[in-house]
C-alpha cells in the first residue's frame, strides 16, 4: 500500500508561484510513474502533468505547459509541481496520484492506483 500526502497549496494572486510537494510512503516511489491531477467545483478531475520513473520524460496538460514543471527526488520519496504565472482559472484541489503498472496511458485518473488526499490551490484575481 502506498500513501500520498500533499502540502504546499494556499492562496496567491494572478500571477504568483506556488511549489506543491507529495511526499510518499513505500520502498518503490522511484519505479512509479507519478502524476499531478486537479478538479474544480462542478467540473470533472483532469490532467495536469506527469512524469516517468527516472524524471526521464515528462508530461503536461496544454493549459500549463510553460508555466508548471513537474519534478521528482526519488532519495526522498517526494514529487513536486512548480506553478508559476498562476491564473484563476488554476483554482482547484490538487491531487497527486501514483502508477504502479508502467502503463503506457497516464493523462487519466483511471491511468492510477494510489491517490493523495488533495490539497487547495486558490488564485485570486
Known amino acids: 500500500q502506498v500513501q500520498l500526502v500533499e502540502s504546499g497549496g494556499g492562496l496567491v494572486q494572478a500571477g504568483g508561484s506556488l511549489r506543491l510537494s507529495c511526499a510518499t510512503s513505500?520502498?518503490?516511489?522511484?519505479?512509479?510513474?507519478m502524476g499531478w491531477f486537479r478538479q474544480a467545483p462542478g467540473k470533472e478531475r483532469e490532467f495536469v502533468a506527469a512524469i516517468r520513473m527516472s524524471g526521464t520524460t515528462t508530461f503536461y496538460a496544454d493549459s500549463v505547459k510553460g508555466r508548471f514543471t513537474i519534478s521528482r527526488d526519488d532519495a526522498a520519496n517526494t514529487l513536486y509541481l512548480q506553478m508559476n504565472s498562476l491564473k484563476p482559472e488554476d483554482s482547484a484541489v490538487y491531487y497527486c496520484?501514483?502508477?504502479?503498472?508502467?502503463?503506457?496511458?497516464?493523462?487519466?485518473?483511471?491511468?492510477?492506483?494510489?491517490w493523495g488526499q488533495g490539497t487547495q490551490v486558490t488564485v485570486s484575481s
Open positions: 513505500g520502498r518503490t516511489f522511484s519505479t512509479y510513474t
Open positions: 496520484a501514483a502508477d504502479s503498472a508502467l502503463r503506457a496511458l497516464i493523462i487519466r485518473p483511471k491511468d492510477y492506483d494510489y
